[in-house]
Structure formats: structure tokens, C-alpha cells
């Protein structure tokens, strides 16, 4: 069994900066993958960046490569996702996910098999 559990979120000026953490607690494998998922409202959840928890690859959405910075921790079981030059439309619940995707779908949501509950993250424009 495996929980997740989002923290960090808040109000940001566009252009500063915030850590998200997801703090995974129950028993678990070295190799599984975590990945940030977010959606705005009335708009469609979208991948955000992933990172294997042992293996260290990391992938990015475009909309967020060279702005965000995915990694972990293992030692204390827990994700990261540093996020800087925040923009508006940033404006988003941004959840963590766990599981084992493969290399080619570590972007699509059905191959994470546990979802923490979400924090919300508002960029000021």
C-alpha cells in the first residue's frame, strides 16, 4: 500500500518560485517512477514532469522544460517539483502520482496506479 501526500502550494507573483514535496508513505519499491500531474479549472489534466525513483531520468512537459526541476529523495521518501519563473497560467492543482510507466508513457496518467490528493498552486499576474 502507498500514500501520497502534496504539500507547498500557495500564492506566487509571476516570475518567483515554489517547492512542491510529495511525501510518499508505506511500503514501496526502489523502482518506482513519480510524476506531477495538474489541471486548471475547466481544463484537462496534463502531465507535468517525471522522474524514475531509482534509475534518475527525468521528463518534462515543453510548457514547463528549463522553468521546473523534478527530484527525490529516497532516504526520506519524498518528491520534489522546484518550480520557478512562475507564469499564470502555471495556475494549477498540481497532484503526485506513483507507479511504473513505461519509458514511453510516463506521461500518461493511467500507467500510475496512486495519486495524492492535490495542492494548489495560484501564479499572479
Known amino acids: 500500500q502507498v500514500q501520497l501526500v502534496e504539500s507547498g502550494g500557495g500564492l506566487v507573483q509571476a516570475g518567483g518560485s515554489l517547492t512542491l514535496s510529495c511525501a510518499v508513505s508505506g511500503r514501496t519499491f526502489s523502482s518506482y517512477a513519480m510524476g506531477w500531474f495538474r489541471q486548471a479549472p475547466g481544463k484537462e489534466g496534463e502531465f507535468v514532469a517525471a522522474i524514475g525513483w531509482s534509475s534518475g531520468t527525468t521528463n518534462y512537459a515543453d510548457s514547463v522544460k528549463g522553468r521546473f526541476t523534478i527530484s527525490r529523495d529516497n532516504a526520506k521518501n519524498t518528491g520534489y517539483l522546484q518550480m520557478s519563473s512562475l507564469k499564470p497560467e502555471d495556475t494549477a492543482v498540481y497532484s503526485c502520482?506513483?507507479?511504473?510507466?513505461?519509458?514511453?508513457?510516463?506521461?500518461?496518467?493511467?500507467?500510475?496506479?496512486?495519486w495524492g490528493q492535490g495542492t494548489q498552486v495560484t501564479v499572479s499576474s
Open positions: 502520482a506513483a507507479g511504473s510507466p513505461t519509458r514511453s508513457h510516463v506521461a500518461t496518467p493511467r500507467a500510475y496506479g496512486y
